[in-house]
């Protein structure tokens, strides 16, 4: 496991999208989209995420392939002025869509702000260390390669944290974080019904 180069943020974006494109959040963000129109605007979405990810966080791949990756940063770091604006930048993207498309995106997204909270562990821990995004591809899961991934995150984390949170919108994931002992602490799901977020916390003293 090695920190990514800035030039191979575009690949990272690629990987990514291509790894939670079947996931909840994305499905939402692109429903009614064809999946190669999809792919195609969320790549230039993550990739400006990634890039304020790499300015103030960590991001590891696995290997020069890119077949896992795992970022992180500083809770605190979530949200700043510097984000704020690099999302301004980021919308720059829409100008390039239909009005029909940034239409649906706006409306598809208002379950996805919805379902976010951002501010759920403060009754747990002041500032922790939180774990962004983690995806190893398909056919490389099961040899022990998440294992090695979260245990030297948890290294680095604990050095500075004495907590790690993460949130995740897939069901079977929280069976699999808890086994790396994290606790699921809250769960909240839309009006609608349409989605459950499980906000899970790990201790490190």
């Known amino acids: 496991m090695r920190r990514i180069r800035r030039e191979e943020l575009p690949t990272l974006s690629s990987f990514m999208v291509e790894q939670f494109y079947v996931k909840e959040e994305l499905q939402q963000m692109f429903h009614g989209f064809e999946p190669e129109r999809a792919k195609e605007i969320a790549r230039k979405i993550v990739y400006f995420d990634l890039l304020y990810l790499f300015e103030n966080g960590d991001i590891f791949i696995c290997d020069d392939s890119v077949t896992g990756a795992i970022v992180g940063l500083e809770a605190k770091r979530l949200f700043t002025l510097k984000r704020v604006l690099l999302s301004l930048k980021a919308n720059q993207i829409f100008k390039q869509l239909s009005k029909g498309e940034v239409k649906q995106i706006k409306e598809n997204s208002k379950v996805i702000q919805e ?91």
Not at 156 to 183: C, D, I, R, W
Request: hydrophobic share 35%; net charge positive.
């Open 115 to 205: 379902v976010h909270s951002g501010k759920w562990f403060k009754q747990y821990c002041k500032n922790p260390y939180y774990l962004a995004q983690f995806a190893i591809e398909e056919r490389h899961r099961g040899q022990g390669i998440a294992r090695k991934m979260l245990e030297q995150l948890f290294d680095l984390a604990k050095q500075k944290h004495s907590h790690m949170v993460l949130e995740t919108l897939t069901p079977s994931n929280v069976p699999l974080y808890q086994h790396f002992g994290f606790e699921l602490k809250d769960q909240y799901t839309t009006k609608n019904q349409n989605m459950t977020e499980f906000r899970m916390l790990k201790r490190f003293d």
